[in-house]
């Protein structure tokens, strides 16, 4: 099983669907935060794109360890959030207009669901993951994956 976290709109291949947000596609409506309806050890691959930055600072960790749950052993989760330090460096260094990179650190504040309470940098974000029980945590590259067509214009920052 492929799990797709907090979805939207985006549909991909393949892929069980979980959202709030009753699309078409969707596959699980629920919060991603409580994934009780998936068995332990169940999915070979986690993607949540641009939704663990939704939940406040102290249910981030156990969001993490229902994620970790799911995973089957040497199962990969692939998270994508926005990057305070690249955010900081468009900002001071390059000149971004606030409008650049507000986004990214709240949220767009469309509906709902579009708030962000939380932001991370790698170092912090790493942390969380290998306190969460999630190990050989590294970078990747979203143009590398076998969901890089569905999901290309979904990444941001």
């Not at 985006?10 to 669907?17: N, Q, V």
């Not at 998936?38 to 981030?60: I, M, N, Q, W």
């Not at 067509?149 to 990444?155: L, Q």
Request: charged content about 20%; hydrophobic content about 40%.
């Amino acid at each position: 099983m492929k799990l797709h976290l907090g979805c939207g709109p985006c549909y991909i291949p393949e892929f069980t669907h979980v959202d709030v947000v009753p699309f078409e596609h969707v596959d699980i409506v629920s919060s991603i935060d409580n994934l009780g309806m998936v068995a332990d050890g169940s999915a070979e691959l986690v993607y949540a794109c641009h939704v663990l930055e939704h939940f406040p600072r102290k249910r981030t960790l156990p969001v993490l360890k229902e994620w970790r749950r799911v995973l089957r052993p040497g199962g990969m989760l692939r998270l994508s959030v926005p990057d305070f330090g690249v955010c900081a460096r468009l900002y001071v260094e390059e000149q971004a207009s606030l409008a650049d990179v507000i986004g990214p650190l709240v949220g767009g504040q469309t509906y709902l669901y579009n708030f962000h309470y939380n932001i991370f940098d790698e170092p912090s974000l790493t942390a969380l993951l290998e306190e969460a029980g999630f190990v050989d945590v590294q970078r990747w590259d979203w143009r590398t994956t076998e969901h890089a067509e569905a999901t290309k214009n979904r990444i941001s920052l």
